[in-house]
């Protein structure tokens, strides 16, 4: 009997190990999709500039445009609808909110030294550049109860000078 209780044991911890390692996979092959997402999406909406400005010798970014680029890399990579909103397929359970800031010649005199909000990290930036920041929310861990938000941050510069 005690043999009995000892393999059910066992058998119970290896059901368990196996569970979390299956959602720890899942989760680190998404926070890289995460990573690749928050990068494209900077890389795209740091494409779209004011051309009259440019003309000019400045370089403005076109936020408006820019901010549409950016929320439709998210939407098509991280598998949302046009609110940003999960779909039944993707892995997020909540809203994604992003935040996108822009430095260009009409806001920032380069160089300058960029701190995060949330203190994530310090930048020195030498040329127009985009940052998004992208919170996802909480993973699907099925054994943790309040697992900590996945956030990513992306810079991109735009070295055309």
């Known amino acids: ?3 009995f209780i000892i393999g059910l044991a066992m058998f119970i911890v290896s059901i368990g190990f196996t569970v979390f390692q299956q959602d720890y996979n899942l989760h680190q092959q998404h ?68 935040t996108i800031e822009f430095f260009d010649d009409a806001n920032a005199a380069f160089p300058f030294l960029y701190e995060h909000d949330q203190d994530l990290f310090t930048l020195t930036i030498t040329n127009p550049s985009v940052i998004i920041t992208i919170n996802a929310g909480n993973p699907r861990y099925r054994m943790l109860d309040n697992p900590p938000n996945c956030i990513r941050v992306a810079a991109h510069e735009w070295k055309d000078r």
């Open 31 to 98: 926070l890289y999709r995460l990573k690749f997402t928050a990068q494209e999406a900077a890389a795209a909406a740091s494409q779209y500039y004011v051309k009259e400005e440019y003309g000019k010798g400045k370089f403005v970014f076109n936020q408006g445009e820019a901010i549409q680029a950016a929320e439709y890399i998210m939407a098509k990579q991280l598998k949302l609808d046009d609110f940003l909103l999960p779909q039944e397929n993707s892995y997020w359970q909540e809203p994604v909110q992003y």
């Open 1 to 3: 009997m005690k043999s």
